[in-house]
């Protein structure tokens, strides 16, 4: 593997917290200028101090949203005006949903927050970003995705559906992102099951969760910063790994037909032409 840090701008959503915050420390430390997005401010703060410890310069913060589709047009707004070029987006900000939520919007928030949000973020800065790195999970498997209706888990609403349904959606995006963007890099990748505060307001789920075999964020955030700093010639665009790895998700996660079609929903979706 090729090391590629030290010379690149990283803006790293979800980065307050869990694998995006490790991922910071360890890019920031390496010497690449990490700009942080989050949505607590507290939370923000905290990781841009340790980055700013692990590196010694502080890193700019930037607060948005992912629930609110104009947070999100705001941050592509002032990212813009702050970068000729984003040589790295890592789109990391995630969320189960434990009960039904309906956004601002309209949608429901685990696809809105999971995916029409970065999939606005990455479109309204195409042009400045050079490579895209994409967490998605696993948990496509439990996916249930209809691009017609982006809304249907709110029928019958089960929070892993949810949730796996928007990792799906992850991966048909990355994988059509490099089909439309041949100049554009992108990856995707399983992190594993990391240890962050998934499933904190469910005594349930958190009880269910501490049956499975966690990994350390930074454990988690391996295979983002390996597809970060690899060189691109020797990946595969518009892939999904895990563990350092080339692997194939499931069929419905790699339906170039259903990437096309998810790809003009979204776009109708968050009001872009397509």
């Not at 803006?11 to 307050?16: H, K, N, Q």
């Not at 997005?37 to 930037?62: T, Y």
């Not at 995630?94 to 990455?122: M, R």
């Not at 594993?192 to 469910?202: C, D, H, L, Q």
Request: hydrophobic share 45%; net charge positive.
């Amino acid at each position: 593997m090729e090391d590629l840090t030290g010379r690149r701008l990283v803006v790293v959503t979800g980065a307050s917290s869990g694998i995006g915050r490790a991922a910071a420390v360890d890019l920031a430390r390496r010497g690449d200028q990490v700009v942080l997005v989050g949505r607590d401010p507290a939370r923000l703060q905290a990781a841009g101090s340790q980055v700013r410890d692990a590196s010694g310069l502080a890193p700019e913060l930037f607060r948005a949203d992912f629930a609110v589709l104009d947070d999100v047009r705001r941050l592509a707004e002032k990212l813009r005006a702050a970068y000729d070029q984003i040589d790295v987006l890592v789109n990391n900000a995630g969320a189960i949903v434990l009960q039904p939520v309906t956004t601002v919007d309209g949608f429901e928030l685990s696809i809105q927050a999971n995916h029409l949000a970065p999939f606005l973020l990455t479109n309204l800065l195409r042009d400045r970003v050079g490579r895209m790195v994409v967490t998605a999970s696993g948990a496509h498997r439990s996916g249930a995705l209809d691009p017609s209706d982006l809304n249907l888990p709110l029928r019958r609403y089960r929070a892993l559906t949810a949730y796996g349904t928007s990792k799906q959606a992850n991966i048909l995006f990355t994988a059509e992102a490099a089909r439309r963007w041949s100049d554009v890099h992108a990856h995707c990748f399983h992190p594993g099951v990391v240890r962050t505060r998934f499933g904190n307001e469910s005594r349930l789920v958190a009880a269910g969760m501490r049956l499975l075999p966690f990994r350390s964020p930074e454990k988690g955030a391996e295979t983002l910063l390996w597809l970060v700093n690899s060189d691109p010639a020797r990946l595969r665009d518009g892939a999904y790994y895990y563990n350092r790895r080339l692997r194939r998700p499931l069929r419905k996660a790699a339906d170039p037909q259903l990437a096309d079609r998810l790809w003009a929903a979204s776009a109708k979706a968050v009001g872009l032409d397509g």
